[in-house]
């Protein structure tokens, strides 16, 4: 395997907690819309939407008690 030619560049540096926030509010705004349309849809969407507002507040707990999120 010939040798790279470049050095790898650093890492990008990302607020995660940004991240998983932006997707809670996606989720939410899809939960709005599906509790919105009422039985029109099909209930697995609804607790689908749910269970990824849980799954990434879970998320958040985690990355705190890790300490992988700033401290202001």
Do not use: F, K, Y
């Not at 650093?10 to 926030?21: N, S």
């Not at 029109?40 to 958040?60: E, P």
């Amino acid at each position: 395997m010939p040798a790279p030619t470049r050095p790898s560049p650093p890492p990008l540096r990302v607020d995660t907690a940004r991240v998983v926030l932006v997707g809670i509010a996606v989720w939410a705004v899809a939960l709005v819309v599906l509790l919105v349309l009422g039985d029109r849809v099909d209930r697995v969407w609804t607790w689908t939407c749910v269970a990824a507002i849980v799954l990434a507040v879970l998320g958040l707990a985690l990355m705190r008690w890790q300490g992988q999120l700033r401290r202001d």
